[in-house]
């Protein structure tokens, strides 16, 4: 098991807790599809996952060697091509590597995200979706059995997702990566997500769980039924915190 | 691409197919359809490369202005309103310049001056930029000696001209002393605050991507400071180039050489009206020297490739 979240909370300061007893286990290889309102602590629990934040209780298991990070923004460095954030993620992760080795292995991954003619542009002479895919090679670039990725293509519009989901699903099924993927669309989630898990708000903890199953995938009827039912859970959810 | 193959190859997309190639249930189509439907959005929506010329705006403008000034000056003392040697008119100070050109004062003036403001300017990055990024990155060092530099930042530097006088006497060491401790502070304050106004995220994608101290903050940080910091230089070399004029003015004599300054003081021991304009001038002409052929370009250079120079006046 790659990922083992045992009775996790967190709390900033004195303030109520983010995250209350999260209990979960993520297997290797799988997809999984964090699902919650806005505000739930879903960026918390991932930022937890990837050991930029430390849990106040709980205990997490994680690969020793650490998680790739895919920002809701594509945060690439403006200093540097689309190429040379692939290459410094590549340095970085193996400080041994030559240069040559680097370039060669970055044009690879830039083939990967179709970006193959892009790697000379800057990031900002790129569209919003390439620049999430340049951010998704870098992340690629770190070699890591885990990927989280938090809301990576929350900002695009429904064409460019619809085939950054496409894309997405293509590359977790050549590299065989574990993939934590938090969003807040329903749609996403039954699109991507092997496994959907809810997440309550204030605190957050794992309400609600459905599997995703090739059914749902190839029938656009079970699909809708399915996105529907979650969708009225987490609305659910939502209403809690009405009164 | 014709439109008939497409719509055949649409109809033609088996139904077992796509049980083992998953699609989206909201989109349809075959892996090449997509492709090109992803490479058409591509060019669509990235940036188209524009190539320009030389912009002889950028060049007339400025030209224009000077002349324009020139002309208001010519006209002001053409009125008559004061005495010929208080005010003296463009074309007495062109006449000076070129007897100072012919006496040699000229050359020898801005190159003494020019080599200890370059040579005093460079040592004040080379000590300024470790000391600003240790500063900015220890936090309990920023806090313990941020308001002392930035102070420092405040304290004009010929301040420091008496005690450097006693302390190396009157040698190129004092002119150096005073250049320093008017660069330094300055440098330094520019790369802390440059480093203040790097987004938080990149820190998160280099803790990420596994950076440690050291790689932070020559890979990430200062790159990512770097406009800032190229702010901190200009405005360092600006405070070099004015504390040496300082200098050069106050202290003369000794084995301190013959600067800018000691020409302006040398005008105003002779009262030479036209001598102290020309060395006014020739110590603003290598300022707009220096930031059209070094600072300025430097600068652009770095917004362009950043993206940050779209609708700016620049």
Not at chain 1, 157 to 178: V, Y
Not at chain 2, 70 to 95: E, M
Not at chain 2, 127 to 133: C, E, F, K, Q, R
Not at chain 2, 239 to 257: D, K
Request: glycine residues 10%.
């Amino acid at each position: 098991m790659p990922v083992v979240l045992e009775n996790l909370g967190k709390r900033f300061g004195d303030g109520a807790p983010v995250l209350d007893d999260v209990n979960a286990t993520i297997a290797k290889g799988e997809f999984v599809a964090l699902l919650g309102a806005s505000g739930c602590g879903k960026s918390t629990l991932l930022n937890i996952m990837a050991g930029l934040e430390k849990p106040t209780s709980g205990a997490l298991e994680v690969p020793s060697d650490g998680a790739a990070f895919m920002f809701q923004d594509a945060s690439l460095f403006p200093w540097l091509t689309a190429r040379g954030n692939i290459e410094l993620a590549l340095q970085l992760a193996d400080k041994s590597s030559t240069k040559a080795s680097r370039r060669e292995r970055a044009n690879e991954l830039l083939e990967l995200v179709h970006l193959g003619g892009a790697g000379d542009k800057r990031p900002h002479e790129l569209s919003g979706g390439m620049r999430q895919r340049v951010a998704l090679a870098r992340s690629l670039a770190q070699d890591r059995q885990l990927l989280l990725m938090d809301e990576p293509f929350a900002a695009l519009d429904a064409i460019t997702r619809d085939l950054l989901h496409d894309e997405l699903e293509r590359i977790w099924k050549e590299t065989g990566r574990t993939i934590v993927f938090v969003t807040h669309n329903v749609r996403e989630a039954v699109r991507l997500g092997q496994r959907v898990l809810l997440l309550s708000s204030r605190p957050g903890r794992v309400v609600a769980e459905w599997d995703v199953t090739e059914e749902h995938r190839t029938d656009a009827g079970r699909a809708g039924e399915l996105t529907g039912v979650i969708t009225r859970r987490l609305r659910e959810e939502i209403r809690r915190h009405a009164k | 691409m014709p439109s008939n193959p497409i719509t055949t190859e649409e109809r033609t997309l088996p139904v077992t197919e796509s049980k083992e190639h998953i699609t989206s249930p909201s989109l349809k189509g075959n892996a090449s359809e997509l492709r090109d439907l992803e490479a058409g959005l591509d060019n669509l929506q990235s940036d188209v490369g524009r190539k320009r010329g030389i912009d002889w705006k950028r060049v007339l403008l400025p030209i224009l202005a000077l002349v324009v000034l020139i002309l208001a000056w010519q006209f002001y003392v053409s009125l008559g309103l004061k005495r010929r040697d208080q005010v003296p008119g463009p074309l007495d100070v062109l006449n000076q310049l070129v007897v100072l050109w012919g006496e040699g004062k000229v050359q020898e003036s801005v190159w003494t001056s020019l080599q200890r403001g370059l040579i005093g300017f460079l040592i004040s990055v080379v000590v300024a930029t470790p000391v600003g990024l240790l500063l900015a990155q220890v936090a309990p060092l920023r806090r313990a000696f941020g308001p002392l530099i930035s102070g420092l930042q405040v304290l004009p530097s010929v301040a420091w001209v008496p005690a450097a006088i006693i302390w190396f006497g009157l040698t190129d060491a004092t002119v150096y002393f005073v250049v320093l401790m008017g660069a330094i502070p300055s440098i330094i304050n520019g790369l802390i605050s440059g480093v203040d106004q790097i987004p938080p995220q990149y820190r998160s994608v280099g803790t990420v991507l596994g950076a440690n101290r050291l790689q932070m903050a020559l890979q990430i940080i200062l790159p990512a400071a770097l406009p800032g910091y190229i702010g901190g230089l200009k405005q360092g070399w600006a405070f070099s180039w004015r504390s040496l004029m300082a200098a050069e003015i106050i202290a003369v004599g000794g084995t301190i050489g013959f600067g800018l300054g000691s020409l302006l003081d040398q005008g105003r021991a002779l009262s030479d009206m036209a001598i102290v304009m020309s060395a006014i001038l020739l110590i603003l002409f290598v300022g707009i020297l220096i930031e059209l052929l070094v600072f300025g370009p430097i600068e652009k250079r770095l917004l362009q490739r950043r993206g940050l120079l779209a609708g700016s006046s620049r």
